[in-house]
């Protein structure tokens, strides 16, 4: 006879969701982090991925997010970085940007785990009374919510492929020892566990600092954060130390004595010209085998085929020339608020076998009040301005160095100077284009002043003004050029329609697209419904112009920098460089023949 509560726990056990068998078959490679924050776990992450892709291994990944918040997108580029935008339209952490790059795949929000989207769906299990009356609890019921959305999402693939990837790389957020992060290290603990030695392998990344006064690389530091992880239960496989220079062998064998690692196992990651030779490093030290021996995957991984990613990396230390790029922006002091788009202008640049020079300018900086607040912050921005190839404005919100913006794009026009404007830049072209040429001096956008009778950009009807959260136009779209003689299209190879990922809830006014259009400003692409600039079938949505007798001059509402890849550049950001490599006089080496295609 069964005893209490056992007919229960059976009932509930049945009741689990079951995951398809191959999950058991995929492989889990897991970083985490000790010491500080911003070691580089993502690029890491993304870098064990490309040497283990280059074995002939299919591999996805899985970023971890401690916080709360259900997804990136309400969250300050200050606060976060770079809100990176997937295909299914999820708004995710900037590391899965990192990944899809370096490996050349296509991820979605569920690969982005955070803890609201891990506590909202527990929720709505107990309200819907899936636990069957239970108390409801971190321990088993949030680890078990955790362990299934990793072994559900690992199965998923991302290459294009019908089968589970052969390694999933999870990246756990933040350091150990987070108090936000417990579940999850408690949740990986018990997957470690039932997978089995042979299916999991965890790679703890560390900082080895060097003090000033001793001249000592001090492994302490790293002592204590493997410590503090093994009393969590996870003991790490491989240690990857951050450092300024390479570590010498005494110190990798102190590492081992006290950290319980193999010194084979113990990694260097240090300080290298360009991001794309942390893959190298690591294969040169066989992270690979380590890998590969530990999870059991000797028959279906060979060595590791880098040569392209070799040539790539050490072309661009060659590399002599370079492009001055003036980035006119509202989130200049943390740079990584545009790390897509920096990605994307590396990737274009090189390509032209140039090297990017990114002037940053606060937009603010160039306004006229600022020349009476702060005249030398004032005179730096337009000096640094006029004597840079091209001007870039990305995407952003908020009225904050708007008026900045426009000067930018003024002077852009006026002096034939190379001009891209990402979202909010094409928007601006628009606004400037109209207080300065069609003479409409109160001009501007529902965005920063509501009241004005030249919206010329608005509101889209579709998008909720009550949340913010997932409400914006999001997603891959489809973009129609009207003529595929434009040099939007020709920058794509001349294709008829381009699709690219969109983040944005304002679109440009379509009563004030004639007017533009006969004053120079051409409205090259539309969305679907062949109406309108950015909007849903049945209404108006233009998405490409371009300035007439100007050598370069495009604003797109989408965001071409999401889909740049370093052997497949965007085809706007190509377009940019070699228009500012001939503003400047410079031969530049469009390495792709026409510039590419991001689809």
């Not at 064990?48 to 280059?54: C, D, F, P």
């Not at 794309?276 to 085929?305: D, T, Y």
């Not at 790390?339 to 990737?347: F, N, Y």
């Not at 300065?436 to 909720?464: C, H, I, Q, W």
Request: charged residues 20%; proline residues 6%; aromatic residues 6%.
């Amino acid at each position: 006879m069964a005893e209490p509560g056992e007919e229960e726990a059976a009932a509930a056990a049945a009741a689990e969701p079951k995951h398809p068998a191959a999950a058991a078959s995929t492989k889990y490679v897991l970083i985490t982090g000790g010491v500080v924050s911003g070691l580089g776990k993502g690029v890491t992450a993304s870098s064990v991925g490309v040497v283990l892709k280059a074995c002939g291994l299919r591999v996805t990944c899985i970023k971890i997010d401690p916080y709360l918040n259900t997804d990136a997108g309400t969250m300050s580029p200050f606060e976060h970085g770079e809100v990176f935008v997937l295909d299914d339209g999820g708004e995710v952490d900037l590391d899965l940007g990192n990944y899809e790059r370096f490996l050349d795949v296509t991820l979605t929000r569920d690969n982005n785990i955070t803890t609201g989207k891990i506590y909202q769906s527990v929720i709505e299990k107990e309200r819907k009374g899936d636990y069957l009356g239970k108390t409801v609890q971190v321990v088993p019921h949030v680890t078990d919510e955790i362990k299934q959305w990793i072994q559900s999402v690992s199965s998923v693939p991302v290459d294009g492929q019908t089968c589970p990837a052969d390694v999933c790389v999870i990246e756990l957020g933040g350091t150990v020892g987070d108090i936000e992060s417990m579940p999850f290290i408690e949740a990986l603990r018990q997957l470690s566990f039932s997978l089995g030695k042979d299916n999991f392998c965890l790679i703890h990344v560390s900082l080895v600092p060097v003090l000033g006064v001793v001249g000592e690389q001090k492994t302490k530091p790293t002592q204590h954060s493997v410590r503090e992880l093994r009393a969590l239960g996870l003991t790490p496989d491989l240690l990857a130390c951050r450092s300024a220079q390479p570590l010498i062998g005494s110190v990798k064998e102190k590492l081992s004595q006290f950290c319980h690692v193999p010194v084979e196992n113990i990694l260097n990651i240090h300080d290298v010209p360009n991001l794309w030779h942390v893959p190298l490093i690591l294969r040169n030290q066989k992270v690979h085998e380590a890998i590969i021996k530990q999870l059991n995957l000797g028959r279906s991984a060979g060595p590791p085929e880098l040569r392209d990613w070799t040539q790539m990396a050490e072309s661009y230390d060659d590399l002599k020339n370079s492009v001055k790029i003036a980035l006119v922006g509202k989130y200049t002091n943390l740079t990584d608020s545009y790390l897509s788009v920096v990605k994307a202008l590396l990737h274009a640049s090189v390509a032209c076998s140039l090297k990017p020079s990114i002037q940053w300018i606060a937009a603010s900086d160039l306004e006229d009040a600022t020349a009476t607040s702060a005249p030398d912050a004032h005179a730096k921005a337009w000096e640094t301005l006029k004597g840079s190839s091209c001007i870039l404005i990305p995407g952003g919100f908020g009225d904050r160095g708007i008026s900045g913006m426009i000067l930018a794009a003024k002077y852009a026009r006026e002096n034939k100077v190379p001009y891209l404007g990402i979202c909010l830049g094409m928007q601006i072209s628009v606004i400037e284009m109209s207080r300065n040429v069609l003479g409409l001096k109160d001009a501007d956008s529902e965005e920063f002043n509501s009241e004005t009778p030249s919206r010329v950009v608005m509101y889209m009807p579709e998008v909720s003004k009550t949340h913010m959260g997932n409400t914006m136009r999001l997603g891959c779209r489809r973009t129609f050029f009207r003529r595929t003689d434009c040099l939007t299209s020709k920058l794509y190879g001349s294709p008829d329609h381009v699709d690219e990922r969109h983040r944005h809830r304002y679109e440009v006014n379509p009563a004030f697209v004639a007017m533009l259009e006969n004053a120079g400003l051409h409205f090259v692409g539309c969305d679907e419904s062949g109406k309108r600039m950015e909007a849903e079938p049945a209404s108006t949505y233009d998405q490409v112009v371009e300035l007439q007798d100007h050598p370069f001059y495009i604003g797109v509402q989408f965001h071409p920098e999401f889909k740049s890849r370093p052997r497949r550049p965007s085809p706007p950001f190509t377009g940019l460089i070699l228009a500012a490599a001939e503003y400047m006089g410079t031969p530049a080496n469009n390495s792709n023949g026409h510039v590419g295609t991001s689809e």
